[in-house]
């Protein structure tokens, strides 16, 4: 949009003409009163269009999460719908009728309206009483929360996990006689001989790892298999992956099959993978 020119022109005879990036619409004649209403009237749609594109640009680039000490005091990252399938505090799984998503106003996580049940003030709202996080509504109002749980093997966000990864994606995973689902792998660098499985690549939590030790690759494809297939197989535990491309599935066969060796595989992640692979998805209408 930004290399198109905006024109209104007049004809002879009371016409006007309305061109947008090589579209023209043709009007029927009119009054000199209508077409200088017209106009004017396409003249402010334009202005108020430009001013709306300027400020979409302006707040996309402010992709950063809040820290604790800005907390309420500027808006935070939007975590898109998409990006997460379980609340990003209690981690219970959403679903469209008993538990909806809801963005906290305070630090943008997607939650479930249980740990979305707290109002407090933001300062960037003018103060005005909005939705937040449990954890949040502590943090602004002072008050202490009781000690949580020591977090389990899987309680690890994915994007902590994928901003410090050896290699993470989307594949396709198939384990036994179960059906396929598109799963956020990530096989990090602190624990670097360990897959996880995500439902999404901003989920707090794994659906399931896999112990990459010990394990057998196998990329040999088979007659019912798709494209870009392989599997890893240990004792009667059977894992299909299936990529998106060969040269995905080369890049992820390149660092697990020195993992299942008790090697530390090379990192397969640019420098701009991380931010590029989470921006899959298409942009989902905003939640309540």
């Not at 494809?221 to 299909?240: G, I, T």
Request: proline share 5%; aromatic share 8%; with cysteine.
């Amino acid at each position: 949009m930004d290399n198109c020119t905006t024109q209104i022109l007049c004809k002879p005879y009371g016409g006007l003409v309305y061109d947008k990036c090589t579209t023209t619409v043709h009007d029927k004649q009119y009054s000199e009163q209508d077409k200088d209403n017209w106009i004017k009237a396409f003249q402010e749609t334009i202005e108020i269009f430009h001013q709306k594109n300027e400020t979409f640009k302006s707040a996309s680039k402010d992709v950063e999460e809040v820290s604790t000490a800005e907390l309420g005091k500027r808006a935070p990252r939007w975590i898109r719908d998409k990006e997460v399938t379980m609340c990003m505090k209690c981690k219970e799984p959403f679903n469209a009728l008993t538990r909806r998503r809801h963005h906290c106003r305070a630090c943008g996580y997607v939650v479930c309206w249980k740990c979305s049940d707290n109002k407090v003030a933001l300062e960037y709202d003018s103060n005005k009483i909005n939705k937040v996080c449990k954890d949040c509504y502590s943090i602004l109002t002072g008050e202490e929360k009781a000690e949580g749980k020591k977090k389990g093997i899987l309680e690890i966000e994915a994007a902590q996990f994928s901003g410090s990864s050896i290699i993470c994606g989307f594949l396709q995973h198939c384990e036994k006689n179960k059906p396929w689902g598109k799963v956020w792998c990530v096989i990090p660098e602190k624990e670097a001989l360990v897959l996880y499985l995500y439902g999404a690549p901003q989920d707090v939590k794994a659906q399931s790892s896999i112990p990459l030790l010990g394990y057998s690759v196998e990329d040999s494809p088979r007659p019912a298999d798709p494209p870009a297939s392989f599997r890893l197989s240990q004792s009667k535990s059977v894992h299909s992956f299936v990529a998106e491309s060969e040269e995905l599935k080369q890049r992820w066969l390149k660092v697990i099959r020195v993992a299942v060796t008790g090697e530390v595989p090379e990192s397969q992640m640019p420098n701009d993978a991380t931010a590029n692979a989470t921006d899959t998805q298409e942009t989902s209408s905003d939640s309540t």
